[in-house]
């Protein structure tokens, strides 16, 4: 027995070796694509040498002798920290996945060649102005350095990711990021679903004026009646698709409705500012991965420096400031997509109807390679509209009667595509002025752009805006007829009819994704906004000063007070508080008693440390779905977070929206005092099985952690501790600190998944005090210590400084590389 003990351990010894050695074997193979950052490199392309000081946040700081030089330095910078997040963007656009990840990811491939979104930025090249096609080049060249270097050198293949999956690295092209723009374009563009969803649910409505209630316009202006949607096709059945899309696989750029994109931004003129100087703050708000799809980046170009938010693969400044002027972006919400019910000819389904007669669809074969599996050949079909989609993608087949297939309309499928030639003119405009003159070339996706230059603020929308027929049958918020000649687009509105706010009377201005204007269609802008809640905090702490500075724009960034828990509260609980006398202890009613005092003495603010939020979380949660479950049925899931405005209305009646409460299946009529009373139970019991009944000791933070995690290893077992970042947050869906939560049915409903993955602050009367920070780190290796060192800066709501200054770059540097042409 002791000689068999001994064999044991001496065998368990010496796998426990091995392990340690092939761990070690792994580190030095992966620890390889660590970029060293403090190096001199002969490259081809360049016209003199490149310095690229990296300071103590590892922002690169570019200098370059010309402008190409310059992009050229920024693309080697970028693919040394992002290679694998840039290639798996571009394959996302080029429809490629599958070819790494198999038919998990099939479905985002077969979406986005039905798009073509590649081969339109490929023809999009064509359309930028020279100084936009040389940075294009030189950015390419430089990314191509870095994949020549890491070819040479053997230096890992430039990521970890690399070793686990055979993904091969094409040399980059000027395409890709064009392409990569159109892909924002994807992620941040919803009306599609949109309008799919108002037809489903007119479709599920018995009573059509409800409609207006659960999908209800933002407050400020009536809409035209819209017709029932059956009544466009009488008499047609509509088949069941039962697949919404795929928008679950973390890659995914389709993103669910509650995601289409949001942000915020806000200016001051020098009149509303205690420094005498303009003030600008922007915080884009886009889903959390790590590392974050924000990367900070300085360039010095001919017309002076500029520095900001980049995403890796697009050569520019996204969001940011040079000397003389500071921007910031939001999504507009412009209605940019519709969808068209295309008839098919009963005796060619290879034509389909038009204004003028039968015509054959545009086709084109396409494969999609999948790695261990078979091909997937699919035929791609155009109308006049636009590209036909399948029923199984965004629920179409629910509102596609039989003999006909929807075709989709959108700005972003441009062949001309001038969006990236704008962005470059943008980050060389010294003045508000120039800066507008440069957004007139934008195309998608639409922004609100925000400016300041040292003595004046605007707002823009930009982007292209379809021009629509007045007698447009549904004002393109559901899928209309597309042989119908007025719900046909009519070309482009031009870019003088895009709304702008210059200099404003009373000095600021601002967007938190709400309604902007209040325009009759078809010059609206859009009927669906990202935002009726936060722009009511936002107001209230702007106008609660006189005069502005860096500081209080940040306290607003980092503000957590719920206008919506203030607001819905009072409505909901009006029947409930302090009524009848104390419960026993232990009993349901006792805990409910509990939650509602904690809940009388809240003040609304989302904090982390907080039972409040969660218990008022939770309750909203579950009294949207006892109002609707039994009105919508299955397709009560698509509305996965509480909508305010609608509760607003049921618990106000307004217009009888109180028939909401009244639970059809039961002989009662119940009310809203008996929903609210239910739907609290029902939270109580959820945070009790989850969390314990003690509400005291509840914390928002635990459930409401940001899950920056790793897009395709953040579900591996031991590895994803150590590559996703997790982080108890404050803040919620309708904060101005948005933490947008998960929604749904599933274990983590308030995740916070979707927020400001950067946060800027520029001050014109010290430029060098502006502050940035990101949500994550610069670096996409998990092995890098700049994988996640900005992550608790950016948690605790703290900053790290913006500065042109090169001294103070190079004082603090954690490396200088200086990129040497080869001798001629």
Known sequence: MRVILKWLLRAAGGLAALALVAVLIAYVLLARSLPDYDKRLTVEGLSAPVEIVRDNANVPHVFGASDADTFFGLGYAHAQDRLWQMTMMRRTAQGRLSEVFGARTVRIDTTLRRFDLYNLARASVAAQDAATLAALKAYSDGVNARLTEINREALGRG????????????????????????????????????????????????????????????????????????????????????????????????????FAGASNAWAAAPGRAASGGTLLANDPHLGFSAPGIWYLARLELETGGVIGGTIPGIPAILTGRNARLGWGLTSSYLDDQDVFIERLNPDDPNQYLTPEGWKPFRTVRSIVEVKDADPVTLTLRWTGNGPVLPGSHYDLGEVTPQGHVAAVGWTALSRED????????????????????????????????????????????????????????????????????????QGMLPATANPEFVDPTGGILGNTNNKIVDRPFPMHVSHHWGDTQRIHRWRQLMQRREVHTRDSFIEAQLDTVSFTARSLLPLIGADLWFTGEAAPEGTPERLRQRALELLADWNGEMNEHLPEPLIYAAWVRALMARLIEDDLGPLARKFDHPEPVFIERVFRDVDGASEWCDIRQSAARETCTDI????????????????????????????????????????????RYFVNIRQSTSGGD?????????????????????????????????????????????????????????????????????????????????????LEPTAR
């Open 676 to 719: 609210a009373r239910m739907a609290l139970d029902d939270a109580l019991i959820w945070i009790s099985e989850r969390y314990g009944r003690s509400l005291e000791s509840l914390r928002w933070g635990d459930a409401h952690q940001a899950t920056q995690d790793h897009q395709v290893l953040g579900e591996v077992p031991l590895l």
């Open 418 to 489: 001038t969006t990236m030639t704008a962005a470059m003119r943008l980050m060389r405009a010294g003045s508000v002025e120039e800066a507008l003159e440069s957004t007139q070339l934008f195309v998608a996706p639409a922004q609100n752009l925000t400016l300041a230059d040292e003595s004046g603020i605007a707002l823009r929308l930009i982007g292209a805006m379809p021009r629509r027929h007045a007698r447009h049958e549904s004002e393109g918020r559901m899928p209309s007829r597309g042989w119908i000649p007025e719900n046909r687009w």
């Open 734 to 818: 309708n904060t101005l600190m948005r933490g947008r939560t998960r929604g749904g049915a599933g274990p983590d409903p308030f995740h916070n998944v979707h927020g400001a993955g950067y946060r800027g602050v520029y001050d014109f009367a010290d430029p060098d005090s502006s502050v940035f920070i990101t949500s994550t780190g610069q670096s996409g290796h998990f092995l890098s210590r700049h994988y996640d060192d900005l992550a608790q800066l950016w948690r605790r709501g703290e900053y790290i400084p913006m500065s042109l200054d090169a001294g103070l770059a190079r004082a603090a540097a954690v490396g200088v590389t200086v």
């Open 159 to 258: 990521a970890p990711e690399q070793f686990l999956f055979n993904a091969p690295v094409a040399p980059w092209q000027p395409a890709d990021s064009i392409a990569l723009i159109k892909l924002m374009a994807v992620q941040l563009s919803g009306h599609l679903g949109e309008e799919v969803l108002r037809a489903r649910t007119s479709l599920a409505l018995d009573n059509e004026t409800r409609l207006a209630d659960i999908l209800p316009d933002a407050p400020g202006g009536g809409i035209a009646a819209l017709p029932d949607y059956a009544a466009l096709f009488p008499g047609a059945q509509f088949a069941s698709a039962g697949d919404a899309g795929p928008t679950g696989h973390p890659l995914s750029p389709f993103k669910a409705r509650a």
